[in-house]
């Protein structure tokens, strides 16, 4: 395929089954390119997935549960204090596991990322000479523009669905009185801020792949070619949402029976019954996790191939819509 071939690929108003469409075929047909220049920091990031995994999994309920046995039986201050520093000193360990994680899948993602570049500014892909190799500038840019997208976003929903919460907590009686409009408040509100945070999507993709470019700036300029497309965006997010719950259900599966078959065995023992767990299960877990942490990044990888075609439709929609203003 040569070059103008290409970019006309790439650069071309599209419908968002276009978009899915050639999001899908690209991935499958340089599936040896991504998986050349990503399965090593893959390999790190399941691997810590597996850690993440096996602390959830295994040592939280363990440490849960003797906290719950130690505070329904009246136990001695001191045993309690060391239960709770247990849990405080594990709580702190998964919350360092799952940000660790999310770098290292910023690192592959900027792995992948790196090709996608080249294929934008080279018009091909070309099979990398080396296993490691990674744009730690692009990662970088990834974090920064995830972070950035957490406060637009996540956040403020975090924020209110706390806010009912403390609410509850503080006037369980007025919180009753009014739950139905305070719930449909911050239903509302939740689902306005899920609106207007779609555009962002062709916005991080710019700012990841614009080295000198800020946030606010990547933002002015993309955000509103992507309300324009504000419909595609939808349907393209609701795929991929569905595709990653139904790779959630299936690859998955394996790591969430460990989990539920841990935590039913800690839960009994508050009923005074035997643990009953071979001792090869931390084991297994960590392994059951770190294969599962490992597919799934393959599976659910094509989420990013549509938001790149989708910038690349937006991109090219303002283009034209400009030369016709002239």
């Not at 893959?42 to 849960?64: C, E, I, W």
Request: aromatic fraction near 14%; charged fraction near 10%.
């Amino acid at each position: 395929m040569n070059s103008k071939e290409q970019i006309d690929e790439l650069m071309k108003p599209r419908s968002y089954r276009a978009v899915v469409s050639s999001g899908f075929r690209f991935y499958t047909a340089h599936f040896r390119t991504v998986f050349k220049s990503s399965w090593l920091m893959a390999l790190a990031y399941s691997l810590m997935v597996g850690l993440t995994g096996l602390v959830a999994a295994v040592q939280m309920p363990k440490v849960v549960m003797k906290l719950i046995t130690l505070t329904q039986y009246g136990a001695d201050s001191t045993a309690l204090i060391d239960s709770q520093k247990s849990y405080f000193i594990t709580g702190g360990l998964l919350v360092v596991f799952v940000i660790v994680c999310m770098l290292l899948l910023a690192v592959t993602i900027g792995c992948v990322l790196t090709r996608l570049k080249e294929h934008k500014e080279n018009h091909t892909l070309v099979l990398p000479t080396s296993w490691w190799k990674p744009n730690f500038l692009l990662a970088w840019r990834t974090v920064k523009g995830g972070i950035f997208t957490s406060l637009l976003t996540i956040i403020p929903i975090a924020l209110l669905a706390g806010g009912t919460i403390a609410y509850s907590i503080a006037s369980p009686q007025s919180f009753a009185t009014h739950s139905t409009t305070v719930c449909v408040a911050v239903v509302i509100l939740s689902l306005l801020i899920i609106a207007f945070g779609l555009p962002i999507v062709p916005t991080l993709i710019h700012y990841i792949f614009c080295e000198r470019t800020p946030f606010l700036q990547a933002l002015r300029a993309n955000y509103k070619g992507g309300f324009r497309f504000w419909g595609g965006l939808f349907a393209i997010v609701i795929i991929d949402v569905l595709w990653a719950i139904i790779v959630d259900l299936i690859i998955c599966l394996p790591a969430k029976i460990l989990f539920m078959a841990n935590l039913s065995a800690q839960t009994g023992q508050l009923y005074g019954d035997p643990l009953s767990m071979p001792a090869y299960m931390p084991m297994l877990t960590f392994v059951t996790f770190t294969i599962c942490g490992f597919f799934q990044f393959f599976a659910t990888l094509p989420a990013l191939f549509h938001s790149y075609y989708a910038y690349g439709a937006i991109v090219s929609r303002e283009q034209e819509r400009f030369r016709q203003a002239k």
